[in-house]
């Protein structure tokens, strides 16, 4: 499969299993509403997510083939990890911290233009992405299916990679690239504000 339809593949995927989890739950309106619905506007209701996600999707693009699509593949689905530890009430210290953290460094990759080796990439993203998703987890609404929560949360979380995608991709012209390094900062000092109400 060329690597340039991979990214349109999973997320054709991701959002065919949401279509398919939906009508498994229909006679229990709870699930639906409380499940896959909760889980998709939990991180887009979280500024400290969307900074994070948005900060996932810039870097790949700053750091292109395989990057971007290698690291908004990694952070959901080590995410739903990191949820199905939550759900099962495994503790991980400081998660609030973690999420906050998550913010400045991404965003100070992106606007430091870092470019490590893809491996060092792929487990920062990741390592942020256990905090994210364990926060996801515990957060799970009672009554509700823990799996179409964990769909519409991982669904939201490729949707937000993807607008940081889009925009990573003004790294074609120098002025896009400030723009894009901008919005680095802009995130890091948003996940300080984060830091100083987690602390």
Known sequence: ?????APS???FM???????????????EEGVVGGFISGFLHPIYGPDHVAAMVAVGLWGAFLRQPAIWML???FPLVMALGGALGVLGLPIPLVE?????????LGLMVLLA???PLWIAGLLVGIFAIFHGHAHGTELPEASNPLSY??????????????GIAFGLLTSTPRGTLAVRGAGALISVSGVYFL???L
Not at 1 to 5: E, H, I, T, Y
Not at 14 to 28: C, D, N, Q, S
Not at 97 to 105: K, T
């Open 196 to 198: 100083a109400g987690a």
């Open 9 to 11: 593949n999973r997320l």
């Open 14 to 28: 991701l959002l065919a299993l949401a279509l398919i989890a939906l009508p498994v739950h229909a006679h229990t």
């Open 150 to 163: 964990a769909i519409g949360f991982v669904l939201a979380t490729g949707l937000m990679h993807l607008v």
């Open 1 to 5: 499969m060329p690597l340039s339809r």
């Open 97 to 105: 911290v973690g999420i906050a953290a998550s913010a400045i460094v």
């Open 72 to 74: 908004p593949v990694i």
């Open 114 to 116: 870092a470019k490590p």
